[in-house]
């Protein structure tokens, strides 16, 4: 009874769904994808870079200069522990800058015209819709991932002590005891990153064309991984490896990557899941 109060009050608040959005009915269809799908999408990604590649790279500039203030505040902070679960979990977050090069996409598919203002304020719109409780759950998964992290470190570096960031990379990654912290951090946070991605990697791109409950989103996520385990935990491994080698020099990869990695989600996202019906 609960759940059905939901979901008809979901589909009733907030703001009123743009016109290329159609109610849902029922679960989508999930179609099975290839490597060959991946490698198209890739190609259609990078094609919307370059057909808009000033607004583009806003989004992946925005994405970097927040990384390296959130590095630089924990530095500040003294909480020099942190600094490694931050930018590890930093990719994560990706789908939600991601927001508004999913709308660039989808204009850019259907031949609509499009400025600044039409795609920042859907992404304005967004808080008053079902993306809002993916940001919930988002920010749940990385809590839990804060949480382990410290926990680990409490119990397998509990005496160690570090007062600076060169210290603390020191003992993490030349002692027995930080090879020992990195394996167990590695296993759960990669098991992290796993539920996180399965549960994202559609839901996001799905949300912001349809209107549907972001459980309906998330479950069907799940069911595009799990029905594509070995083409989508590819898509995973490139996206881990792009966005951990961008943040090597100062975070400025992701003013490229980022906007290319979102622009191919949509369209991986169009491959993977059935049009909505209407």
């Known amino acids: 009874m609960l759940w059905e109060e939901y979901v008809m009050t979901s589909k009733t608040e907030g703001s009123t769904p743009p016109d290329n959005q159609t109610p849902q009915r029922g679960m989508p269809e999930v179609n099975k994808v290839t490597a060959d799908d991946i490698t198209a999408s890739l190609k259609a990604g990078f094609s919307d870079f370059l057909a808009r590649p000033v607004m583009s790279g806003f989004f992946g500039l925005f994405y ?17 522990w942190m600094v490694i679960p931050a930018v590890i979990a930093f990719p994560l977050v990706a789908p939600f800058a991601a927001a508004g090069l999913y709308e660039m996409s989808r204009r850019l598919q259907t031949g609509e015209s499009f400025g600044w203002s039409d795609i920042l304020t859907v992404m304005a719109n967004q808080r008053k819709r079902e993306m809002g409780w993916m ?11 804060f949480y382990q992290f410290r926990t680990v470190l409490v ?24 090879w020992t912290f990195l394996a167990i951090g590695s296993c759960v946070g990669a098991l992290l990153s796993a539920v ?51 943040l090597v020099p100062a975070f400025l990869g992701l ?3 980022l906007p290319i990695l979102g622009h191919t989600t949509w369209h991986l996202y169009q491959r993977a899941v059935q049009p909505a019906e209407g």
Not at 64 to 80: D, E, P, S, T
Not at 165 to 177: A, K, R, S
Not at 202 to 231: C, K
């Open 64 to 80: 970097a200069v927040f990384g390296i203030l959130l590095v630089w505040c924990l530095v500040w902070l003294g909480k020099i």
């Open 135 to 145: 940001a919930f759950v988002t920010l749940f998964i990385l809590w839990v991932w």
């Open 155 to 178: 119990i397998v570096l509990k005496d160690s002590s570090f007062s600076d960031l060169d210290g603390f990379l020191h003992t993490v990654l030349f002692t027995p005891e930080g």
């Open 196 to 246: 996180l991605f399965s549960v994202t990697v559609v839901a996001m791109p799905m949300l912001l064309e349809r209107e549907m409950d972001f459980i309906s989103a998330m479950i069907t996520s799940v069911r595009v991984v799990t029905e594509n385990p070995v083409v989508m935990l590819s898509w995973a491994a490139i996206i881990s490896v792009t966005m951990l080698l961008s």
């Open 255 to 257: 003013i490229f990557t």
